[in-house]
């Protein structure tokens, strides 16, 4: 039979074809298929920037998605002639919903539905080209719960990285990025000899995790500088301490916050009733290389360092989250934060310290008291990240995925949005690099390790003088022990002065390993914290 009526009855064996399958809909399918409807609604509701989405274009990236998740490791065990025939569903089907059903009738008993509409949700949340949205498994929403609750950083390097292009989104101060000396700027071009490039964002931090005794590989490229370099990460003996309080003398505290998380406004508070029995009377605070963290946090600590009564900022957003049916304050709509009461520090003269590597909380903070002519803003233009995130349950799989994504826009008190644009200090202040050439040859002599083994051997028989030297050498490199047979065998372009400070930054990280030492600031060697100092002295 041929022609209309034999193609007229194909058409009706294929419907109701359709039809028995999803009559039997397993209950994953239907679940999975809820999952991406829910992700769409959110991003076409909630997102940002939702005017630049369609569900059109979602369903075009979430069809792209699966289509491209043949290629997965996770389905390497599929038969080719499977993998043809799924592709073919997915690329007949007008949305994501209509691919997962034909999809079912092509698979057997046990595909597992859900982890194959992951591959679509994913490549709908990239669709917005926003780096900070994502979708969250349960145990990637427990640590990120982890982690504003101030835990669970044993296993990261303090850096992350952007897989659109590799480049380095932020570093942490105190972390092993920071201290190996990855800067933003940089771009990842290898993470423990796999490439960066075309791996999905979810991958990249996978793999951006430390394990005691293995060292993390990290090939990244420095513009201006001919080779690539390899840093090597390892996990740290002790966790990093989040507020670091120092008294400096002549009447000046200096205090340092390395993230915002919810326990920090009680630990700076802590930190500057401290200070102040100690005789503060002027504060430095410091807000460089911290990527921010929780809006809470930051309006807390401003509450500290502002007069009563003060817009810390304004907050705009489309989501209005909710937990089946019931309201959940304080995270969408649009809001305005002030301070709510009177302390000692609120008119004590301060200095602020910033850098590119400041973002988020950190600017919003910075640029708070910046507005309010509060103190002295110190170091160069910040980040940029005006924008907020907010982990939003999605019903239809409970407990096993959620939707991260940026819902909110933050304004500072004048009004002005920081995003793309930083806060500007009011004393620009660049530390001075090394040439290209010469942080090669300081990365050639870390990675010989010459100069730690040096350290090690003069240990035994003049721990204190190097425990002393640590705090300040004077940049005398006399003072050391043995410095010149060193300086002599290492055969290095490098001059005696660079050599000293790789000497005593290997003294200074010795001590942190076998003694637990937390180094608050290093006035010697930090000419941003010696500006501070001068603005504060005068």
Do not use: C
Request: no cysteine.
């Amino acid at each position: 039979m041929t022609g209309p009526v034999a193609r007229s009855l194909s058409a009706l064996f294929l419907a109701a074809a359709t039809l028995s399958a999803a009559a039997r809909q397993p209950e994953d399918l239907k679940k999975a298929k809820a999952y991406v409807a829910e992700v769409r609604k959110h991003l076409l509701e909630s997102y940002v920037e939702r005017e630049k989405l369609s569900g059109e274009k979602l369903d075009k990236a979430g069809l792209a998605g699966l289509a491209a998740a043949m290629d997965h490791r996770d389905y390497a065990a599929l038969d080719e002639k499977t993998r043809v025939r799924i592709r073919g569903s997915v690329r007949e089907a007008r949305s994501v919903e209509a691919a997962l059903d034909a999809v079912s009738i092509v698979v057997d008993d046990g595909f597992d539905f859900l982890k194959f509409a992951d591959h679509a949700a994913r490549a709908m949340v990239r669709e917005t080209g926003d780096p900070y949205s994502r979708i969250l498994t349960s145990d990637e929403f427990n640590k990120l719960l982890k982690l504003m609750q101030g835990g669970g950083r044993e296993e990261s390097p303090g850096l992350a990285v952007q897989a659109a292009d590799g480049a380095v989104a932020y570093v942490q101060y105190g972390y092993p990025a920071y201290e190996e000396g990855i800067e933003i700027g940089d771009v990842v071009v290898e993470i423990d000899g796999k490439p960066v490039a075309g791996r999905a964002q979810e991958e990249i931090n996978e793999s951006l995790k430390l394990r005691p005794g293995t060292p993390l590989a990290v090939k990244i490229r420095r513009p201006g500088h001919a080779e690539p370099y390899v840093f090597r990460l390892e996990a740290r003996a002790s966790p990093v301490k989040d507020v670091r309080t120092e008294y400096l003398g002549e009447g000046i505290g200096y205090l340092r916050m390395t993230i915002f998380d919810l326990k920090l406004s009680s630990e700076v508070r802590k930190g500057l009733e401290d200070l102040k029995r100690r005789g503060m009377k002027k504060l430095i605070l410091d807000l460089r290389h911290n990527p921010g963290g929780a809006l809470p946090a930051a309006t807390a600590v401003a509450d500290l360092l502002l007069p009563q009564g003060l817009v810390i900022t304004t907050t705009e957003s489309n989501y209005k989250p909710n937990l089946f049916g019931i309201e959940i304050p304080g995270v969408g709509g649009d809001q305005e934060y002030k301070t709510k009461v009177r302390t000692d520090f609120e008119e004590m003269p301060l200095v602020v310290l910033i850098d590119r590597a400041s973002a988020s909380a950190s600017e919003l903070l910075a640029g708070a008291l910046q507005d309010h002519r509060r103190g002295k803003l110190i170091g160069r233009t910040t980040y940029g990240k005006g924008v907020g995130q907010a982990p939003i349950f999605l019903t239809s799989v409970f407990q096993k995925r959620y939707l991260y994504l940026t819902v909110m826009t933050y304004k500072l008190p004048s009004g002005r949005s920081i995003h793309h644009k930083g806060v500007v200090p009011d004393i620009d202040f660049a530390e001075e690099k090394p040439s290209p050439e010469t942080f090669a040859r300081i990365r050639s002599l870390r990675e010989g390790g010459r100069v730690a083994k040096y350290v090690d051997a003069a240990w035994g028989g003049h721990a204190g003088a190097l425990r002393r030297l640590a705090k300040n050498d004077g940049f005398e490199w006399g003072r050391y022990p043995g410095f010149d047979a060193l300086y002599e065998s290492l055969e290095t372009r490098l001059s005696k002065d660079e050599v000293r400070a790789e000497v005593r930054r290997a003294v200074r990280r010795r001590m942190e390993r076998t003694e637990n030492v937390v180094w608050t600031s290093d006035l010697e060697t930090d000419a941003q914290l010696q500006r501070a100092l001068v603005e504060l002295l005068d």
